[in-house]
């Protein structure tokens, strides 16, 4: 069964550090990866999608993520992190047979960023 | 295009009670996605519509949820005798066959 882990529930880094946070799958075949983002109170934004080829993956809001299958990993770096982007961040496996949208989450990581 | 809308944003009722959540998708989407989100974890996925067929539902939607949607464009989300553990976030997704879904903001019940 597909399952992901986000092992840091909190996380807190300084306005303009780097950033890391880490995303382990479970799955049995290629996975279908995905990053989102979700701001208090609102809905899920999509920050980026892994599905094949080149495995760094660039996306919005200066963002990215690379793919280790050897670690079964989907990692999302942002080089210097701004106060906006303070949130809870999703990572994500799409199920096979095609419907990625039908998404396996992970528990979530809260980033504060200190000014 | 006004994204997904879903109604009512919060819904507090007591237990015992039925509720009734709205989603509407971007119009030209055909796939309707609903997931649950308590608190501290992630979203859980709950069923998903291709047009008006219901075509799958996990198995956290119990007897008490029924999910429609008529005519391919609206769904709706019932919760029957609520209970204080269906206290959650739901929140509906739309997409166009398999390209990005796009999430509403979700409706926020709180059983007392």
């Known amino acids: 069964a597909q399952s992901v882990t986000q092992p840091d529930i909190h996380i807190t880094v300084s306005e303009g550090a780097s950033l890391e946070l880490r995303c382990n799958y479970s799955?049995?075949?290629?996975?279908?990866l995905f990053w989102y983002v979700q701001s208090p109170g609102q809905g899920l934004q999509l920050l980026l999608k892994?599905?094949?080829?080149?495995?760094l993956v660039q996306g919005i809001k200066g963002f990215e993520a690379e793919f280790k299958r050897s670690q079964s990993s989907f990692n999302l770096r942002k080089p210097s992190v701004h106060w906006s982007d303070a949130a809870e961040y999703f990572c994500?496996?799409?199920?096979?047979?095609?419907?990625?949208?039908?998404?396996?989450f992970g528990s979530g990581t809260k980033l504060n960023v200190k000014p | 295009d006004t994204g997904v809308s879903q109604d009512p944003r919060h819904k507090i009722t007591k237990r015992g009670q039925n509720v009734t959540f709205r989603c509407d998708p971007i119009s030209e989407h055909n796939r309707l996605y609903w997931y649950r989100q308590t608190l501290g974890q992630g979203p859980e996925f709950l069923t998903y519509?291709?047009?008006?067929?219901?075509?799958?539902k996990s198995r956290l939607l119990s007897d008490r949820f029924s999910a429609e949607r008529p005519k391919g464009s609206f769904s709706t989300l019932e919760i029957q005798r609520t209970e204080q553990g269906d206290s959650a976030m739901y929140l509906c997704?739309?997409?166009?066959?398999?390209?990005?879904?796009?999430f509403g903001q979700g409706t926020r019940l709180t059983v007392v």
């Open positions: 994500a496996v799409g199920a096979p047979g095609g419907n990625f949208n039908k998404f396996y």
């Open positions: 997704a739309s997409s166009l066959g398999t390209a990005e879904a796009f």
């Open positions: 799955y049995g075949a290629t996975p279908y």
């Open positions: 519509f291709q047009n008006e067929a219901q075509l799958e």
């Open positions: 892994y599905f094949s080829g080149d495995t």
